[in-house]
């Protein structure tokens, strides 16, 4: 928990807590406790469900219709805020993007995005294996493992035949994105869409490029969002090329055929996301499946902000999201939800439920 401290509260002391809807938290839980009780395999290893939080889910998946959905809550959980040393939690937001795509390769979509490797392997959580100190991932070869080729050498050509598209979009700018939202729904001119479900990356440490745009000067941090980004991108492509370069890390894909077109794509804990109800948290702090209460505001896309009085499951992770209280929220799919998502830097109140059984 490093230095953050747990504070218990009552449900009473949520503000808000009588007026969600828990019924939607319930079915987003449950969507999370599928895989628990079953001790599913991850997309991304997370700190393993404890006994607590598998007794909860089984309850939730057994006999939750004999609770009201508030009353199982209060019931199997205890709320504790989560505080650092900052005072406050931070809440950033993230979407699922829609692009036009092909998949094969166009005049009007040259660009591709790769399938997994099957020469990549993934680093086990908490591990650290001689020469590629951390890296989260490597390439296996015949004398052993050594570091995955960064971003610059696969678009160079590094992967050779194993450079598999999946599918390809319009320009790099729409690849990067994809790659760090990791999924996107893609319409396909014939009027299709498919989904596109992250599959891997190759380990190498994630580097934003908005991050070195501000610090470059070009764009000042307050107005920095996804529309500028992207719009400063193509406005200056060779720059943009050695901006984006810098960010080593590379996500590889794959076509998410299973997927129902009312589904969210799949976080890294193995199931579709729910817009507003599914959070990205810190694996290495969280498992998967804990509920969080999270109170603040949230921005509009006109202006304004509206409050943030919900319950939310952590069912995904992400590079960025580093600390005890530090959160991404899915906003959804398309264009509304990116902007929504683009905006939201906010600070928040950040409450763990934690079983009860196991409620300190």
Wanted: glycine share 10%; proline share 9%; hydrophobic share 40%.
């Amino acid at each position: 928990m490093g230095d953050a401290r747990l504070s218990r509260l009552g449900f009473s002391d949520l503000a808000g807590w009588a007026q969600d809807d828990h019924a939607a938290a319930l079915t987003t839980f449950r969507r999370s406790c599928a895989e628990i009780v079953k001790d599913a395999r991850a997309l991304r290893t997370a700190l393993p469900a404890s006994p607590g939080l598998k007794g909860a889910c089984a309850a939730a998946l057994e006999v939750a219709s004999s609770f009201g959905p508030r009353e199982f809550f209060e019931s199997f959980f205890a709320p504790f805020e989560v505080l650092p040393p900052a005072g406050r939690g931070f809440l950033t937001g993230y979407f699922e993007p829609e692009y036009e795509g092909s998949l094969v390769a166009t005049e009007a979509f040259p660009t591709p995005l790769l399938a997994r490797p099957d020469d990549l392997v993934p680093i086990p959580q908490g591990e650290s294996w001689p020469g590629l100190d951390g890296l989260q991932a490597a390439r296996r070869t015949e004398n052993g493992h050594e570091p995955y080729p960064d971003r610059a050498a696969i678009e160079d050509g590094a992967l050779g035949e194993r450079a598999r598209p999946v599918i390809f979009l319009r320009d790099a700018v729409d690849a990067l994105v994809v790659q760090v939202q990791g999924s996107a729904r893609i319409r396909l001119l014939d009027g299709r869409t498919v989904g596109l479900a992250y599959a891997g990356k190759n380990g190498h440490p994630f580097t934003a490029p908005g991050r070195i745009i501000v610090e470059r000067g070009h764009v000042p941090l307050a107005e920095m969002n996804l529309d500028r980004l992207t719009a400063w991108l193509r406005a200056n492509p060779e720059e943009a090329r050695e901006i984006m370069r810098l960010n080593r890390s590379y996500v590889f894909f794959r076509l998410a055929e299973e997927l129902d077109a009312k589904d969210g794509p799949i976080g890294a804990a193995g199931v579709p996301l729910t817009p507003a109800r599914s959070l990205a948290t810190d694996r290495n702090l969280w498992s998967y499946g804990l509920p969080f209460w999270l109170e603040g505001e949230l921005p509009l896309a006109g202006g304004g902000s509206e409050p943030l009085r919900r319950i939310l499951v952590s069912q995904d992770t992400g590079t960025a999201i580093v600390g005890p209280a530090r959160g991404d929220l899915f906003f959804g799919s398309g264009p509304q939800a990116g902007t929504r998502a683009g905006l939201t830097r906010q600070p928040v109140r950040f409450v763990v439920l934690l079983p009860k059984a196991e409620a300190p």
